[in-house]
Each structure stands twice: as C-alpha cells, then as structure tokens.
Nanobody, 124 residues
Framework: QVQLVESGGGLVQAGGSLRLSCAAS???????????MGWYRQAPGKQRELVAR???????IYADSVKGRFTISRDNAENTVYLQMNSLKPEDTAVYYC???????????????WGQGTQVTVSS
C-alpha cells in the first residue's frame, strides 16, 4: 500500500501563491514506479475535479481554469509531486487532494492512491 502525505495548504489572499507538496511512500513493500501523479480539488457542493496531472514522462494536463497559473512538477528521486499555484483566485478555494498511480513490490498492477486532502482558501 501507498501513503500520500500532502502539505502546503493554507489561507492566502487573491493574487497570492501557494506551493502544495505530496510525498508518496510505501507502507508495504517498496515503490517500484509511479506512472502518474496529480492534484484534484473539491469545493463544497461540487464534484471533485482534476486540477493538474503529470505522467512519468513529464506530460502535463491542466484544467482550463488553472492553466497558465498553476504548474505541476515531480521529483522522482523523492517520489514527490508539487503544485505551484500563482495568481490565486477565490474560486480556487477547495480541498486539494493528491493522487498517485503507483506500483509497489507487493502489487502486480499500478493502483490509485489518494491523500487525505489539504485545504486551500483564497480570500478576496
């Protein structure tokens, strides 16, 4: 199994920046590979939505609402994914969840894992 630990959320004024981090670690066995990692968010009363995702080859996908403002990156050596959020808007307020498609030494196929979420609040 894999544990994803998120950090970096908080309160920021509109126009400000935050940097989210998510570190993956295996609770059983060891991580063999991480095919993709990403960030999703969920605002009250709304469905969870994709914010940004990055594959093992570095291909990135962004929601239209954040493109040009957010940047996703990963550090394979540390099994960590980052989300640099600039020019934040009040509508970015949500709980942000880290997601990883991870293969471990105790699994035969890559599986999805989720972090517990970190709150991002943008005030106007």
């Amino acid at each position: 199994q894999v544990q994803l630990v998120e950090s970096g959320g908080g309160l920021v004024q509109a126009g400000g920046s935050l940097r989210l981090s998510c570190a993956a670690s295996a609770t059983s066995g060891s991580i063999i590979s991480i095919n993709a990692m990403g960030w999703y968010r969920q605002a009250p009363g709304k469905q969870r939505e994709l914010v940004a995702r990055i594959t093992g080859f570095g291909t990135t996908i962004y929601a239209d609402s954040v493109k040009g403002r957010f940047t996703i990156s990963r550090d394979n050596a540390e099994n960590t994914v980052y989300l640099q959020m600039n020019s934040l808007k009040p509508e970015d307020t949500a709980v942000y969840y880290c997601n990883g498609v991870v293969k471990t030494s105790t699994t035969f196929l890559p599986s999805d894992y989720w972090g517990q979420g970190t709150q991002v609040t943008v005030s106007s």
